[in-house]
């Protein structure tokens, strides 16, 4: 009997590390595209929001190591919140809780951003990214390469 729930455990696991690999690799594909758009567009377009601009130094690539570790956790435990309900609170919710706990933690970090319009973008992209893991997860699931939490 044990046994068998050792293996349980470990399809379980499996089927978590999976889900936490496409949040790593959906967070690192946004925090690519954010940070060229931050840099290449709102830098130079809106003076305000020089401050977003980042140099692609060792500094840019400690950030994107976070953001992708940030996925790896988000994909974890996007898969137990979400289940196999259908709510769309749960799955909302989740994005929200973790961008919101990281782009709020940015903004009390960096005190250099001079303006509130770079905080509300910093916000935004903290929710983008991992929206855009939950939908990569979401398309897993539904083509069935990971496995909901059933329990």
């Known amino acids: 009997m044990n ?13 978590s590390l999976k889900a936490g690999i496409i949040g790593a690799l959906s967070l690192s594909f946004a925090f690519l595209i954010t940070s060229l758009v931050n840099t290449l567009v709102l830098a130079k377009s ?26 790896l956790l988000f994909g974890v435990t996007y898969r137990y919140i979400i289940r196999t309900d259908q709510n769309p609170h749960l799955s909302s919710g ?14 009390e970090a ?21 929206a855009i893991a939950a939908i990569a997860i ?14």
């Open 94 to 107: 989740g994005v929200l809780a973790f961008g919101l706990v990281r782009g709020l933690s940015q903004t």
């Open 46 to 71: 809106f003076p305000i929001l020089v401050s977003l601009q980042r140099e692609f130094n060792w500094y840019w690539f400690l950030s994107g190591a976070i953001a992708a570790f940030s996925g």
């Open 138 to 151: 979401d398309t897993a699931i539904k083509f069935a390469w990971v496995k909901p939490f059933s329990q």
């Open 3 to 15: 046994r068998i729930l050792d293996q349980q455990y470990l399809a379980e696991r499996l089927e």
């Open 110 to 130: 960096f005190n250099t951003y001079t303006h509130l319009l770079a905080f509300v973008v910093l916000v935004g992209e903290s929710i983008l990214w991992f």
